[in-house]
């Protein structure tokens, strides 16, 4: 039973120390007659019924949580008037090493405290301070000797004891927390592993034999069944028209008894107690009779936690559970965000592998084939090839060097604090894919090049790849213009040809691979065209300032 014993047993422990106050109090009489019991018999009969009250209620305590629970207040109204009565029955000026009053007291206040807060601590400790000064005057104006200095003394103390206790129970008003143990691994990729944990964490803190999960998700056709037994965890689905909507339906945490027709419910307003039958498919399923149900709310569904078979069970057991079903419905939140967060990056990185092989193999490739159709005119015509085919093989190893670029900055990242002069990219593009496209090609630039990061010259590279490859195929043109300007970390990329341009120029088709691959680096893209040819113009910040 391990240190659950002491957090999940407060009836046991209540009803164990409510028995020994009261032996104890009959000993310490017996063994010390030297003042008796007023009025004989009477009072003896009194305390020694009180006695056997007490040990039924250890029974109890030990065999029936919906008793222990629903008996609760009732013996806690006879405890405050056994101590007073007993306190009336041997209080004397000669009594005060017998006297119950500041021993029961503060079990009165503590039993209070755990089991309904500092509200019923406050009454308690009202009730009993009021009946103590009535018990006193009355007995002194019986005429009996009493020490008046001592009752208020004793007043005194119960005071600062009650006031102690009250803001424990302020204190300790959110209730026991537990803390949910998730399993280690990448976020995102716990799912199972996370509910498997969950599982074994709630048969641990219950000493549950048995622990099923049902969970309807949203975007779902079935209810997936989590079993964990001795044999082992098992895993099913079935359709939802077994359970209806019973899964979405806000449930509280509640402790029942099906053959009896007994709930206890944690709600927002407190502990409840119902004497209705107890309608659940799940337990129905399961063949459970008794047990606790805790609700499971996430983003992506909803489900039901039952624990059954379970060492015991007790009310103290419903606002642990309910805390640790809170923690594993945000742990669950958490691993649904995670694999939308990680599908959202796969998918942006296969776009951008797709627009870089697109912008640079594929568009390498048709002008490969467009020089290849060239050279088959140059040799039908009688030229010597030898030129073609060595320019067109240095053009596939450039091509070629292009690439393991590429792929080398996908196995290990470009450094993000590296940067180069765009102008000598350019002319260096400019001037192999004119040979390539076998074109025209201008560079026009402001005085200061301006220098920007290792990433952003590759989109830029790809950017008039692109451009230049739509503007042979496309537009038949023989010259392509680059003109770069650079204002306040805005750096503006116009693109001009002389083509055949669009041929309905107001709608003008935006380029797909352009068009998203200035979108990805958050600038803006304007497409025109006149009988002179098409123009891009692009605008993309970069980040650094002049």
């Given amino acids: 039973m391990g240190s659950s014993a002491l957090t999940r047993r407060t009836g046991r422990v209540i009803a164990t120390a409510r028995a020994s106050l009261t032996l104890m109090l009959l000993l310490s009489v017996w063994l010390d007659p030297a003042v008796p019991f007023r009025w004989g018999p009477s009072s003896l009969f009194f305390t020694t019924a009180h006695l056997l009250w007490t040990a039924v209620l250890i029974i109890v305590a030990w065999r029936s949580w919906w008793f222990d629970f629903r008996l609760a207040l009732m013996a806690h109204v006879i405890d405050v008037t056994a101590v007073l009565a007993t306190i009336f029955f041997i209080e004397t000026s000669y009594s005060g090493s017998q006297s119950p009053f500041l021993a029961s007291s503060a079990f009165l206040l503590i039993a209070a405290t755990t089991r309904w807060g ?111 037994s001795p044999a082992g965890i098992t895993v099913r689905r079935v359709g939802p028209a077994e359970f209806g909507d019973q899964l979405d339906v806000p449930v509280p945490t509640t402790l029942f008894n099906i053959a009896k027709s007994r709930m206890i419910t944690l709600e927002v307003s407190g502990v409840k107690m119902l004497k209705v039958p107890v309608r659940s498919q799940l337990t129905q399923h399961y063949g459970i009779n008794e047990g606790i149900l805790v609700p499971l709310r996430t983003a992506m569904g909803d489900g039901h936690i039952i624990a059954w078979d379970c060492e015991m069970l007790s009310v103290d057991d419903l606002p642990l559970l309910r805390a640790l079903g809170d923690q594993i419905g945000h742990a669950l939140d958490r691993e649904e965000m995670a ?67 590429l792929i080398e900055r996908l196995r290990r990242g470009e450094a993000g604090d590296r940067h180069t002069e765009i102008a000598d990219e350019l002319r260096a593009l400019l001037q192999e894919t004119g040979a390539h496209w076998q074109i025209g090609t201008e560079l026009i630039l402001p005085d200061h090049s301006p220098w920007v990061s290792v990433q952003l010259s590759h989109e830029i590279r790809q950017l008039v790849r692109e451009a230049i490859a739509n503007a042979v195929r496309h537009g038949k043109c023989s010259k392509v213009c680059v003109e770069l300007t650079d204002e306040d970390g805005i750096l503006k990329l116009s693109i001009s040809d002389d083509g055949t341009g669009f041929p309905n120029p107001a709608a003008a088709i935006r380029p797909r691979s352009i068009s998203e691959r200035v979108e990805a680096l958050g600038g803006q893209f304007r497409v025109g065209s006149t009988a002179k040819g098409a123009r891009l113009d692009i605008a993309i910040r970069t980040g650094e300032f002049a």
């Fill in 118 to 228: 500092w509200r019923a601590t406050a009454m308690t400790a009202s009730a009993l301070l009021f009946a103590n000064l009535v018990i006193a005057l009355t007995i002194f104006l019986m005429g009996i000797d009493v020490d008046l200095f001592r009752f208020a003394r004793r007043t005194a103390h119960m005071m600062v004891l009650a006031s102690l206790l009250v803001w424990l129970g302020l204190a300790r008003s959110g209730g026991r927390m537990i803390q949910f143990a998730e399993p280690t691994g990448l976020l995102g990729e716990r799912h199972d592993r996370l509910l498997d944990s969950a599982l074994a964490q709630i048969a641990s803190v219950l000493g549950a034999r048995q622990v099923v999960l049902a969970f309807a998700a949203s975007e779902e056709p079935w209810v997936e069944f989590r079993h964990r």
């Fill in 339 to 405: 694999s939308l967060a990680r599908n959202a990056a796969e998918t942006g990185v296969r776009h951008a592998v797709a627009r870089d092989l697109h912008d640079s193999v594929a568009q390498f490739l048709a002008g490969t084939l467009f020089r290849l159709e060239a050279l088959r005119r140059w040799i039908r015509e009688g030229h010597e090839p030898e030129g073609e085919i060595d320019s067109i093989k240095n053009a596939l190893r450039r091509e070629q060097a292009h690439l393991r670029q």
